[in-house]
């Protein structure tokens, strides 16, 4: 699976983004999607994820109340919405996923865990 990550940019602290991540070659079809963000001096953070079945959803908590994660229904895109943005917000945010066994219903929340990243796209939050 190949991987675009879109929707980054630049924003004042309190605007919103939605973020994208498209999948080429094949759907998401039983994979878990991640979004992580890795700001510059920081490690990389699971910041939302979402199981294959769309059943199970995992937010940081320093997003929680203010992002939301989606996936679409022709199975090739997954979203990250993001409001109330702070600058804390400001990094390289990154989509992956990862393939699932049918009795795997808990979404996977290890960046290990994940074997197909995408490219990643900037979103700054200036004060």
């Known amino acids: 699976v190949q991987l675009q990550a879109s929707g980054g940019g630049l924003v004042q602290a309190g605007g919103s983004l939605r973020l994208s991540c498209t999948a080429s070659?094949?759907?998401?079809?039983?994979?878990?999607v991640g979004w992580f963000r890795q700001a510059p001096g920081k490690e990389r953070e699971l910041v939302a994820g979402i199981s294959w079945t769309g059943s199970s959803t995992y937010y940081a908590d320093s997003v929680k109340g203010r992002f939301t994660i989606s996936r679409n229904k022709g199975g090739r895109t997954v979203y990250l919405q993001m409001n109330s943005l702070k600058p804390e917000d400001t990094a390289l945010y990154l989509c992956a996923s990862t393939h699932r066994d049918p009795f795997d219903t808990i979404v996977e929340m290890s960046a290990r865990g994940y074997n197909f990243w995408g490219q990643g796209t900037q979103v700054t939050v200036s004060s």
């Open positions: 070659g094949r759907t998401f079809s039983k994979h878990d």
